[in-house]
């Protein structure tokens, strides 16, 4: 399974990451989302730039305190071994992961139903079988 981001068929409008933050920490902040969307308005239209994890586990590589495990196929942190060195972060390729209060933000693709997939009003956000 794979999260795949359509830029043409985003809209700007947010909702996949204030989901997955609320789903997440309980609150609407698009800034603790396991996903990244940038979206401006410019003179050309919408332009809109997408971070996803693809479930790679180069972040599971370069964790020093095998803190990230693997679940179903799907990264997953183990809170208590993090130190929150910031290796994962660095080996991101895609530049999805970031450090909130020390910890990574590690996309879990919610259990394989990715609530931002359900929620994204035009489809730009597909759970795709590989």
């Known amino acids: 399974m794979k999260l795949v981001f359509s830029a043409p068929k985003c809209i700007g409008c947010s909702l996949c990451l204030l989901v997955c933050s609320g789903k997440h920490t309980g609150g609407f902040s698009p800034r603790l989302?396991?996903?990244?969307?940038?979206?401006?308005?410019g003179p050309d239209g919408l332009k809109v730039q997408a971070a996803v994890c693809e479930a790679c586990f180069k972040c599971q590589e370069a964790c020093p305190e095998?803190?990230?495990g693997e679940k179903e196929g799907r990264p997953f942190l183990q809170e208590e071994l993090c130190t929150g060195c910031g290796s994962c972060v660095q080996a991101c390729p895609t530049g999805v992961l970031r450090l909130v209060d020390e910890k990574p933000l590690l996309c879990d693709f919610c259990g394989g139903?990715?609530?931002?997939?359900?929620w994204c009003p035009h489809g730009a956000l597909q759970w795709e079988v590989q």
Do not use: N
């Open 113 to 118: 139903q990715p609530l931002c997939v359900a």
């Open 66 to 68: 095998q803190a990230i």
């Open 33 to 41: 989302a396991r996903l990244q969307i940038q979206s401006e308005y």
